[in-house]
């Protein structure tokens, strides 16, 4: 059984900066993709940021150049620094892992509240 665990959300004012964590726990041999999605009331979920086993990285282009994404393979986390903040980042933000346990699974953080004040 894999279990992702989140941390680091909170309410910031405009222009502010946040790094969220998303730790994996259980048998884990191998994690692929890593992702970072969001999920604003009455919108749908959205991918933010995701970085492949290689270390490549692709972001929305709504957090280009604010966010940046980055993994430590040793603790199986990833992470997402988040700077120059803006209302409009208001939301849940769910982190995603792609573990190889007994077999290949996707499986999802807890989600972790986001709210940015202007």
């Known amino acids: 059984q894999v279990q992702l665990v989140e941390s680091g959300g909170g309410l910031v004012q405009a222009g502010g900066s946040l790094r969220l964590s998303c730790a994996a726990s259980?048998?884990?041999?191998?994690?692929?993709?890593m992702a970072w999605y969001r999920q604003a009331p009455g919108k749908q979920r959205e991918l933010v940021a995701r970085i492949s086993s290689a270390g490549d990285t692709n972001y929305a282009d709504s957090v280009k150049g604010r966010f940046t994404i980055s993994r430590d393979n040793a603790k199986n986390t990833v992470y997402l620094q988040m700077i120059s903040l803006k209302p409009e980042d208001t939301a849940v933000y769910y982190c995603y892992q792609y573990v190889l346990g007994a077999t290949w699974g996707s499986y999802w953080g807890q989600g972790t509240q986001v709210t940015v004040s202007s």
């Open positions: 259980g048998s884990i041999y191998s994690i692929g993709t």
